[in-house]
Every structure is written in structure tokens, then in C-alpha cells.
């Protein structure tokens, strides 16, 4: 099974700052990367698919870089909704696999 | 617009079974592949399997070979997750999902004796 290791596992932060989270997979991934943010008590919702390619209707202080193995999530100037927790997913073949997730939490 | 609207929470004895539903709507349902995922109180997500309606082909993560049944009925647009042995460490919220963007609004299901 493809390992997915994001970094850090928490991090705290201030409205407006800009954040980076990591996602690292144990083999080439090509760019079969989605991120997902979630929030307590609901599903998680769908913010980057192909590595870089932002959801509709996500704001476009989201993005998504990177491919092969090592991919990050930027969110430029932190919103109070953004206060969540993200995964990374690779779909590019099953066992489709899960990152451990990153806490975004105010600082 | 796809929307997968899932059963409700259950409460299993250990070494029972549960069987989760996933209704879908808008779209063609033969087209899609529905996966299902489960999380654990304070935990990650994790790939159950999934199911190909129109190939009728099913794939598994190993953890749950044998003891997880996927299916699906065209007919009525709706796919069904069974775990059977119930225990303890499977308590956790079960999603249905189609492509990465649509998402059931979860199911808790809860082992106690």
C-alpha cells in the first residue's frame, strides 16, 4: 500500500498568516492528489483534485503544488473558517490512502 | 449535481453485523464508482473499497477482505456496505463517496455490548 505522510500534524496559526501543510507519498503518486479539509461532525469537502486543480467553489487562497512524491496545500491569509483539519489522498491506485491529517488550529 | 444521502446511525452488538446504505441521486448511478470510507473517533480516514455498479467489480483493502461486502442495485440507484463480526474498534462513522468531490453526510455506527 502507498504510505501518505503529511507534516506537520498540527500547526497553530493567526488569521491572515499564510500556511503550508505537506504531504509526502512512499512512492510516485504522478499527480493523483486530492486535498480535503474537515471540519468536526461533517464530511470532508473537497479543496484541490489532480495536485494542483482547485475545486469549484473553493476560495482561491487555496492551492496545490507538486507531483511524483512530494505535494504541499497552501492557504495565502488564514480566513477563521479555514480552522480545520486536512487530509491528502492519493487516488492513483487502490488501496486508495489517507494522509494522518493536518490540525490547523488558532494560535 | 450528485447527492448521496446514507441510513441512519445504528448501535451493533460485537460480533454482529451492519449494513449501510447510500442512496444516489442526479447523475447516471451505472457510471459512477462508489467508495466508501470510515473514521474512527479522533481518527483519519480510511479506504474501506469500492464499487464499479456497471463492471460489477468490487476492490477491497485488505484490512477488510472477508468481512466487508460491498454492493450495489442499479435499479434504485443505491449502494450497501455490510461488515459482518462486529467489534469495538470498527465504531466509527462510515461515508459513502463518489469521484473525490461528493460526499454522504456519514453514518455512526456504534459496537457495544
Known amino acids: 500500500d502507498i504510505q501518505m505522510t503529511q507534516s506537520p500534524s498540527s500547526l497553530s496559526a493567526s488569521i491572515g498568516d499564510r500556511v503550508t501543510l505537506t504531504c509526502r507519498a512512499s512512492?510516485?503518486?504522478?499527480?493523483?492528489l486530492n486535498w480535503y479539509q474537515q471540519k468536526p461532525g461533517k464530511a470532508p469537502k473537497l479543496l484541490i483534485y489532480?495536485?494542483?486543480s482547485l475545486q469549484s467553489g473553493v476560495p482561491s487562497r487555496f492551492s496545490g503544488s507538486g507531483s511524483g512524491t512530494d505535494f504541499t496545500l497552501t492557504i495565502n491569509s488564514l480566513q477563521p473558517e479555514d480552522f480545520a483539519t486536512y487530509y491528502c489522498?492519493?487516488?492513483?491506485?487502490?488501496?486508495?490512502?489517507f494522509g494522518q491529517g493536518t490540525k490547523v488550529d488558532f494560535k | 449535481q450528485v447527492q448521496l444521502v446514507q441510513s441512519g446511525a445504528e448501535v451493533k452488538k460485537p460480533g454482529s453485523s451492519v449494513k449501510v446504505s447510500c442512496k444516489a441521486s442526479?447523475?447516471?448511478?451505472?457510471?459512477?464508482?462508489i467508495t466508501w470510507v470510515r473514521q474512527a473517533p479522533g481518527h483519519g480516514l480510511e479506504w474501506m473499497g469500492r464499487?464499479?455498479?456497471?463492471?460489477?467489480?468490487?476492490n477491497y483493502a485488505q484490512k477488510f477482505q472477508g468481512r466487508v461486502t460491498i454492493t450495489a442495485h442499479t435499479s434504485t440507484s443505491t449502494t450497501y456496505m455490510e461488515v459482518t463480526s462486529l467489534r469495538s474498534e470498527d465504531t466509527a462513522i462510515y461515508y459513502c463517496?463518489?469521484?473525490?468531490?461528493?460526499w454522504g453526510q456519514g453514518t455512526l455506527v456504534t459496537v457495544s455490548s
Open positions: 489532480g495536485a494542483s
Open positions: 512512492q510516485s503518486i504522478n499527480s493523483f
Open positions: 489522498h492519493q487516488s492513483y491506485t487502490t488501496p486508495w490512502t
Open positions: 442526479g447523475g447516471s448511478f451505472s457510471s459512477y464508482t
Open positions: 463517496a463518489t469521484g473525490p468531490e461528493f
Open positions: 464499487i464499479i455498479p456497471i463492471l460489477e467489480i468490487t
